[in-house]
């Protein structure tokens, strides 16, 4: 079966757990990571022969313009994080707007191709941000990837479709490409990537993931670039999230190796086209 992997490229000290007001005014004088870790995907990923789809944060590609182009000629669909990296829950459809529509923009004018697919920061297209799904169709996205059907403290909306399906919208249809869950012990469990990556042992994830498959439903996987870095720099923060961020982060090169063997990936687009 052919599945999606996708990576969200930002920055290490962009993660929604450790931001604050006064962190992200001084996001211009942190060192600088994304670069050289976004390369050691690519490296992993032309290794292997896979193509990714790469939600490429506006931030950053304004900041690392030949990055972006190198994923384009590597052949990587290249798609939106948004521009600056805050959640949807704090913003306004008017500030959302300008968000994604300055993202598509600047992804499009660096690259020369069109981008089409959508996914918000940490997922925060909840029940109370649903008024972000049309404004995407009107600002010329095909695709978002940005709910997932759990229960969470930042995200998630419970009970939603958790397949691949159309969204019918007050401005038009909208796929929506939901991250990989799983049923076990009566729950949907999160194991498309991220912390869940890094903390189930990858011999039970390797089973879930197989479980999904068997159902006839393509994986849809998400990793970070930082998730690559046991060596950035540590920020100070809440236990939990030093706890969700912090865990395992040097056995992911690894993991991300063992799960290209064992399943068959290919950029998020490639699951739509028809």
Known sequence: MMNAISF??????????????ARRRHW????????RN?????????????KATMFVLGWVAERNKNLVKRIVE???????????????????????????????????????????????PTFSITKETEWALPILVEEGYRYDSSIVPIVHDYYGIPGANPSIHTLKTDSGPLIEVPPSTCEFGGFKVPIAGGGYFRLFPYSLLRKLLQRV?????PLIMYLHPWELDPGQPRMRGAYLSQFRHYLNLDKVH?????????????????????
């Open 28 to 35: 211009g004088t942190q060192e600088s990571r994304v670069e």
């Open 213 to 217: 498959e068997a159902k006839g439903e």
């Open 254 to 274: 690894g993991r991300l190796i063992q799960l290209l063997q064992d399943f068959r990936f290919g950029p998020i687009e490639h699951l739509i086209a028809s």
């Open 74 to 120: 590597a052949g990587h669909e290249l798609a939106s994080h948004g521009y600056g990296h805050e959640l949807i829950t704090v913003q306004n459809p008017k500030i959302f707007r300008e968000d994604v529509r300055r993202a598509k923009k600047l992804l499009e004018d660096i690259s020369g191709k069109a981008v089409l697919g959508y996914r918000a």
């Open 38 to 50: 976004t390369q050691l995907i690519l490296e992993v990923l032309e290794q292997r022969g896979v």
């Open 8 to 21: 969200d490229i930002e920055e290490h000290f962009q993660v929604a757990a450790f931001d604050c007001a």
